[in-house]
């Protein structure tokens, strides 16, 4: 097995950071119709594709969130195709991705508008018979909302899945979800699920149509750049699937490229952040029940565990046999098998481009990036390049209590930066 390199003596390539961006450039075209926890810009995605693959490639990302390797791929001729396990980042990214005639958009959002006002003026109660006699919404939404605000969002989730076309209808539920946040009493400014009963209370129709809007015209300059080919063949170029990134829609030596962001240890801090849509769209009983999905679940039961990696292993060991080092084994085991597929996917010298920090747990340093060269160095991969990076920002909450490990509040005492630098990992299949 070739030797780990120290990753800490790797000087930081700023070039990466982007930090001469403005919000305006890493938010063009769709890609933010819906505010994604932990994703990165897409100007890393373009440069890794333009830099690893050619036009006509396919480019897959396992864990593809909101779908940000999926666009680039498209707006740089190439096919993309992405998995995720939560719904909501599959129904967004689905929409980011598809382009729609913007006539057909504009038509659809002025009918659903007149709707609104209609039933809004009036006939709420008319509506709310019905809304409530159609669904059952999950007793966590009464947690989350004030009763009007839960009567006016049912009334305009209803007036949304009546729409017939498929896809119109996906693109408006998406500037549902983007509003749920703001339109609940979860305090605004806050990552971690906290409740703010004085919050301003926003009135739900006029926010979803402002929502709209500017989706609608995100959409347009989508649809303009992409190429007529893609735009009329979009199924061609492009694939979404709920599923588990350990089985990938693709055939073996297919593909060319691999770029994505795994999640992190505990990543059930996402499951946390997406609890609304969820709740809303019907897909979350129990959350704890959707957290056992993610990658690294403490509650995966496994017989014999190899991590094929001697350093995940020390790494485990100084945990100990608890919930967290349970979390860190079955987190390292699941990569593991993650990068297998990404093996079998990948043709002879095809790269897999992973973005990945590290981080500390209880003073245990999960070494993430580490750990992920040892296992596909195992596998069958060979070191091509590995960049370090500053992380000038993500959404989601930068500091970890150095006791519990957990995501905290930058005033609580105790704390550690989660992720000051990450690395890129650009791995070769032999």
Sequence with gaps: MEAIIELEKIQTNHSWSFTDYSVKDTSYITHNYYTYPAKFIPQLASRLILEHSQKGDVVIDPFMGSGTTIIESLVNERIGIGTDINEIACLVAQTKTTPILSKELVTEFLKLETELKISMNGKKDFYLTQVFEKFN???????????????????LLFKILSIENQVIKDFFLVAFCQILKTCSIWLQKSIKPTR?????DYEIVPTFLQQAKK??????????????NVVENIANHRTVVCQDARKLPCETAKANLIVTSPPYVTSYEYADLHQLPLYWLGHLNELTQFRKKFIGSSHTQREII?????LATEIVNQLGNNKK???????????YETFREMHRVLQPKGKAC???GNTQFQGVAIKNA?????QMQMIGFQVFDIIKR???????????????????????ANLTLAYPTEYILIMQKL
Excluded: C
């Design 196 to 200: 703010d009963l004085k919050k301003k």
């Design 390 to 412: 500053e992380i000038p920002s993500k959404m989601l909450p930068s500091t970890r209590d150095s006791n519990t490990g957990q995501f905290a509040k930058i005033t609580e």
């Design 215 to 228: 989706m609608i015209k995100k959409n347009e300059s989508f649809y303009k750049l992409l190429p007529k």
């Design 137 to 155: 919404f999950h007793e966590r939404i009464d947690y989350w909302y004030k009763p009007q605000q839960k009567a006016d969002l049912a009334i």
């Design 354 to 356: 992973i973005v990945i």
């Design 325 to 335: 080092g349970r979390e860190v084994r079955n987190y390292f085991a699941d990569m």
């Design 370 to 374: 580490e750990v992920f060269i040892e």
């Design 306 to 310: 190899d991590l094929h990696s001697n």
